[in-house]
């Protein structure tokens, strides 16, 4: 069966960097793209890019491009997420996703609460 | 600010029948999931109308030129949870959500 189980929860201060793991089996990892998507507390969802598992060809939502970096590693079937230059509004929770063509998410990860906190 | 529209609450009691609407909607295609609390979301509705496996036939969806509707029907109170609308826009070049709809089944 499809799984994707991310890494656990962080803490950072303001400026630090986190990079959130997810881990994809049951399926073939390279035939499929990887989204990241957020949910602040009590907030709604929020796309902030995704991933080729193929050749690793990224495209992040305009409001991230300078802050984020996505890739992969076949060899482990992980995905990866870095989120650079952290604020407190970066406090959510981070969840990935496995695309379809027409445009939904069939599988989801378990999500990983990401705290950003002086 | 959501892209897409959806009203932030919707109740009815159980066994009756509750419509979700999702407005602004610029492509062929809108998918719906269904999220409880701490848990992550869930595939519900894809490509404007069809199941996954495992989806009761309580849940159906349309959509009619920029906007869908999830209907779901014969409520239950397990059906308490936060619905959400989602689709590509064009014009973005990127995937986005509603705001979400909170059901509560009084």
């Known amino acids: 069966q499809v799984q994707l189980v991310q890494s656990g929860a962080e803490v950072k201060t303001p400026g630090a960097s986190v990079k959130v793991s997810c881990k994809a089996s049951?399926?073939?990892?390279?035939?499929?793209?990887i989204s990241w998507v957020r949910q602040a507390p009590g907030q709604g969802l929020e796309w902030m890019g995704e991933?080729?598992?193929?050749?690793?060809?990224?495209d992040s939502a305009q409001k991230f491009q300078d802050r984020v970096t996505m890739t992969t590693d076949t060899s482990t079937r992980t995905v990866y997420l870095e989120l650079r230059s952290l604020r407190s509004d970066d406090t959510a929770v981070y969840y990935c996703?496995?695309?379809?063509?027409?445009?939904?998410?069939?599988?989801w990860g378990q999500g990983t609460p990401v705290t950003v906190s002086s | 600010q959501s892209v897409l529209t959806q009203p932030p609450s919707v109740s009815a009691a159980p066994g009756q029948t509750v419509n979700i609407s999702c407005s602004g909607i610029?492509?062929?295609?809108v998918s719906w999931y269904q999220q409880f609390p701490g848990t992550a979301p869930q595939l519900l509705i894809y490509?404007?109308?069809k199941r996954p496996s495992g989806i009761p036939d309580r849940f159906s969806g349309s959509k009619s030129d920029t906007s869908a509707t999830l209907v779901i029907s014969g409520l239950q109170t397990g059906d308490e949870a936060d619905y959400f609308c989602?689709?590509?826009?064009?014009?973005?070049?990127?995937?986005?959500f509603g705001g979400g709809t909170k059901l509560s089944v009084l």
């Open positions: 991933i080729s598992g193929d050749n690793g060809k990224a």
């Open positions: 490509e404007n109308h």
């Open positions: 996703a496995r695309n379809r063509a027409s445009f939904y998410f069939d599988y």
């Open positions: 049951g399926y073939i990892f390279t035939s499929y793209r």
């Open positions: 989602g689709t590509w826009d064009p014009s973005l070049r990127a995937r986005i």
């Open positions: 610029r492509s062929n295609y």
